[in-house]
């Protein structure tokens, strides 16, 4: 079972628009979420996480928003841009090593 | 520069034939982990080491073995038993759990691993 969903497997965006890209968690136990992003054939890069604690966190063009009775989280980027174009991989960690969802693919159309 | 290696970065491996994946790292991190990724999959834990000479199964262990004789070296054996192998292998590493040292885990950048 997918304690870790990311239910759009892909996602376009005008450049300039905003991103939303969403993350549904079914472990209660979940207490840090992280969101990375991945080129081909490269390993994942950090980009923004959220602790329990918080509902929002923000860094320069990306937001993420938690909404814990939900169990739902999302990364916002505002405004998007070409070189955003990756898959972006939600993760979550708590009674358990880092648990992964399976990507959106997300392409910035210019 | 601090950094994680993987090496190599392509590999390819003969039926019945055990491979291993090296990963090092001069981060100076506690743990370290291995992931495999499959098409359209996300990253699913094979094994990971919280502290040299100590080791656990993640959700696909079988068919893989790990050592972590060093703090800074996690190889990964590939075994005969594993019988789908073809994958993107990753490593990473961290200072412990994210939400007590508030440090993400770094990646490197992969093994492809394909059977002839």
């Known amino acids: 079972d997918q304690q870790v969903k990311q239910n759009s497997p892909s996602l376009s965006v005008q450049e300039g628009r905003i991103s939303i890209l969403n993350c549904d968690y079914t472990?209660?136990?979940?207490?840090?979420f992280l969101w990375y992003k991945k080129y081909p054939a490269e390993g994942p890069t950090f980009l923004i996480s959220?602790?329990?604690?918080?509902d929002k966190n923000e860094d320069g063009r990306f937001t993420v928003f938690l909404n814990k009775s939900a169990k739902h989280l999302s990364l916002h980027i505002v405004p998007s841009q070409p070189g955003d174009s990756a898959v972006y991989f939600c993760?979550?960690?708590?009674?358990?090593?880092?648990?992964f969802g399976k990507g959106t693919r997300l392409s910035v159309i210019a | 520069d601090g950094g994680i290696t993987q090496s190599p970065k392509y590999l390819f491996r003969k039926e019945g034939q055990n491979v291993t994946l090296s990963c090092e790292q001069n981060?100076?991190?506690?743990?370290m982990y291995w992931y495999r990724q499959d098409p359209g999959q996300g990253l699913r834990l094979i094994y990971y080491s919280q502290i040299v000479n100590d080791f656990q199964k993640g959700d696909i262990a079988e068919g893989y073995s790990v050592s972590r004789e060093k703090k800074e070296s996690f190889p990964l054996t590939v075994t005969s038993a594993q019988k789908n192998p073809t994958a993107f292998y990753l490593c990473?590493?961290?200072?412990?759990?994210?939400?007590?040292?508030?440090?993400?885990?770094?990646f490197g950048d992969g093994t492809r691993l394909s059977i002839l």
């Open positions: 990473a590493s961290s200072m412990g759990q994210a939400v007590i040292s508030n440090q993400p885990q770094h």
């Open positions: 981060l100076n991190h506690d743990a």
């Open positions: 993760a979550a960690e708590g009674n358990t090593p880092l648990v």
């Open positions: 959220i602790s329990s604690i918080k």
């Open positions: 472990n209660s136990m979940f207490d840090y």
